[in-house]
């Protein structure tokens, strides 16, 4: 357990993994005879040179700080919920229905709601698994993902019948109206001549999302509930034991964490896209994992991964516009850095530790 | 080390202004993909020609997701290239904001209509071809029955199944047309299996030549109609040399003329609507040494009639768009 200091736990481990998964990247843009030094500093240029470019990577960087805060709170109590893209689609439909169908006053109080809506369809979508898990013993691994093919179906069902406007070509609802459009950083942040963020898609849902990053810290570390959850997460008898009822926590820490995902649609539904479209999620719930393992499950681990992965997303996105690098090239980049930091954390973990416990003998025979 | 930086900056500067200057074009795809063997490739392929021809060169970008569509029209309207042309319905929504951004940048939009001072709007009149090949399949078939293969189920595709069956109809009153979809998604353009199936139960139900709207599950309905001993007809690009002698004829929807013309024209582009339809050369039916054979002079005189009917205006095809019904067809 203790073979290692903290901080290489929290520091060394996911830097290791990055430069081992840019190295292989490098190698694989090396093969198809394109300069890795130079689609780097698109990459870094395109992300993080601009205002502009920090519009893109904040936006994707607080989809993914939800969906990566929601499979952190669910695996606190030992949930693996790997869900978050149902819920997150889900959630999707609770924004549209109440930004299509309530007349809002004013895009706070449309914020709000959307807020409640996205929490409450993404935590209902959560409570069936949990619930199959905690009463029938359904492992939720099987039932959430399961789940994300039924919510898939169910959007579908909707976005070509009952929610598309008549005549339209697109599986998808129509504008919302004008009173629940968020304002972008380009509102927010533009003062007279000079246009800030422009045309960028982040907006004030990335308050929210720190707002929530700071929220779930306390709710771990600082409730009761919180500690159950946790308490749970390490020893199931144990916390049994104490007066734990494993119903309870397992069916609150999957609801928080579905709500969490569902909120992640305030961000790309009614901040960005402004309607519902058909996969409107785009891998974001499965980026989550990625996010939720890098970031050690503690909310500002997570809220920095989701920026790495924001970054990996919006350069992506400038390599597939200036660069003759193909688009399944560039899904190939970010996928080696989700392989290195998300599946194989124990591949580099193993070697270090020996490296750490070799070094504590080493100073324990000195002494 | 200022020299250095001196002469970095003025390169930069110079490769800048000579970007803007050439102005090139610039080509979005959908998320489908550049080679999806239909109707991006049909763009893309319009692009290579006139690169081809005028030894200019242009940019291009495959999506990945839809956040990305205004990124991409952004981007590049930002960096000088203009005309900026985009393949597919779905980009009306992110084109509406962005073209008014940019009132000196001309945008071509196809199979949608946007209605912007530097808009160019394009739409294929899909009923027209699709009529003249229902009229042929009507005529080819022993069975008297016809099918219909859409892609996804969307009013676009079901012009051209509305259009098919009014042909069909207007050759034998008495002719069957049997219309199926493959499904309801964007997944549908690209399930050769189904499409597969499809055939096959149309054949059961009598059908003898099929028809396939449906992007890349087209191939698998030729596939399966070559096998079966029916008659296919396929869509978008000149689809007759995948079967010689097997595939009756193509509706052709030159939306690689669409390209071209629009890359040509270069920052003279000239807004507004588009309608291309058999008139001027935008859709039509395909005639080659794959299927010579198949067309009989009677079948070629009936259609080039109508096809002359059509242009004068003699003949109204409905367009199913115009008020979402088909008097030839229940879907």
């Known amino acids: 357990m203790d073979a290692m200091p903290k901080w290489a736990d929290v520091v060394l481990i996911p830097l290791i993994s990055l430069i081992l998964a840019a190295t292989i990247s490098a190698l694989v843009i090396l093969a198809i005879g394109e300069s890795p030094v130079e689609a780097l500093n698109l990459m870094v240029k395109g992300a993080l040179g601009s205002t502009y470019g920090w519009g893109y990577t904040l936006y994707y960087a607080t989809n993914f700080i939800f969906t990566g805060l929601a499979v952190s709170v669910a695996f606190h109590s030992r949930m693996f919920n790997i869900g978050g893209e149902g819920q997150a689609m889900v959630g999707g439909l609770g924004v549209a229905l109440i930004c299509l169908y309530v007349p809002w006053p004013h895009w706070s109080l449309a914020l709000v709601g959307g807020i409640l809506a996205a929490a409450i369809f993404g935590a209902a979508w959560a409570a069936i698994p949990a619930f199959l898990q905690a009463k029938r013993g359904s492992h939720i691994v099987i039932t959430t993902i399961m789940f994300n093919f039924i919510a898939a179906a169910l959007l579908n069902y909707l976005l070509i019948g009952a929610l598309k406007p008549k005549g339209s070509m697109e599986p998808a609802t129509g504008k919302f109206p004008e009173a629940t459009h968020l304002p972008s950083f380009q509102d927010m942040f533009s003062f007279g001549e000079t246009a800030l963020f422009r045309g960028a898609p982040a907006n004030v849902s990335f308050f929210v999302a720190v707002v929530a990053c700071f929220a779930v810290w306390a709710l771990i570390w600082k409730t009761k509930l919180g500690y159950e959850i946790r308490a749970f997460g390490h020893s199931e008898s144990a916390a049994k034991y104490a007066g734990i009822s494993p119903t309870k926590i397992i069916m609150i820490s999957m609801m928080i964490s579905g709500g969490l995902a569902g909120m992640m649609a305030i961000n790309n539904v009614q901040g960005e896209a402004e309607r519902l479209v058909l996969n409107a999620v785009e891998g974001a719930g499965f980026i989550g994992i990625a996010v939720a393992l890098m970031g050690r499950s503690h909310p500002f681990g997570v809220f920095l991964a989701a920026l790495l992965f924001g970054f990996l997303y919006q350069g992506g996105a400038e390599l597939a516009l200036w660069t003759k690098i193909p688009r399944e090239m560039i899904v190939v980049i970010q996928a080696l850095v989700i392989l290195f930091t998300g599946a194989l954390d124990d591949m580099v973990r193993a070697p270090l530790e020996r490296v750490f416990l070799a070094l504590k003998r080493r100073k324990r025979k000195a002494a | ?331």
């Open chain 2, 1 to 331: 080390m200022t020299l250095m930086t001196k002469m970095f900056s003025a390169t930069a500067a110079l490769a800048l202004t000579a970007g803007a200057a050439l102005a090139d074009p610039a080509l979005i795809f959908d998320l489908g993909g550049k080679f999806d063997k239909s109707f991006n490739e049909s763009a893309f392929t319009g692009a290579q020609r006139w690169a081809d021809e005028t030894g200019g060169s242009f940019d291009e970008v495959e999506l990945q997701s839809d956040a990305q569509r205004e990124q991409a029209l952004r981007r590049f309207a930002e960096n000088g290239n203009n005309p900026i042309v985009m393949a597919g319905f779905a980009f009306a929504t992110a084109l509406e904001e962005v073209a008014a951004d940019y009132p000196d940048t001309k945008f071509q939009i196809i199979d949608m209509v946007v209605g912007q001072p530097n808009v160019r709007s394009i739409v294929f009149s899909e009923e027209q071809g699709s009529y003249l090949v229902g009229m042929l399949a009507a005529m080819a078939s022993e069975t008297n029955t016809v099918g219909f293969i859409g892609g996804m189920d969307i009013p676009l595709i079901r012009n051209f199944a509305c259009g098919y069956a009014q042909g069909v109809l207007s050759v034998n009153a008495d002719a069957t047309v049997i219309s199926n979809m493959t499904g309801t998604t964007p997944a549908a353009w690209n399930d050769p299996v189904k499409g597969s199936e499809l055939t096959l139960a149309q054949k059961s139900q009598g059908a003898d030549v099929v028809y396939a709207a449906a992007g890349g599950t087209g191939v698998g309905v030729l596939q399966t109609a070559a096998d079966n001993d029916m008659l296919s007809i396929g869509v978008d690009s000149n689809q007759n040399y995948l079967h010689s002698g097997k595939v009756l004829t193509s509706m052709l929807k030159r939306v690689d003329n669409a390209v071209y013309d629009a890359f040509a024209a270069g920052a003279d582009l000239e807004a507004g609507f588009i309608v291309m339809g058999l008139a001027n050369g935008g859709v039509g039916y395909a005639v080659d040494e794959h299927n010579e054979a198949l067309i009989t002079d009677e079948m070629s005189a009936a259609v080039e009639a109508a096809k002359a009917s059509i242009i004068a205006g003699d003949i109204m095809v409905h367009n199913y768009n115009s008020d979402e019904t088909c008097p030839s067809l229940d879907f």
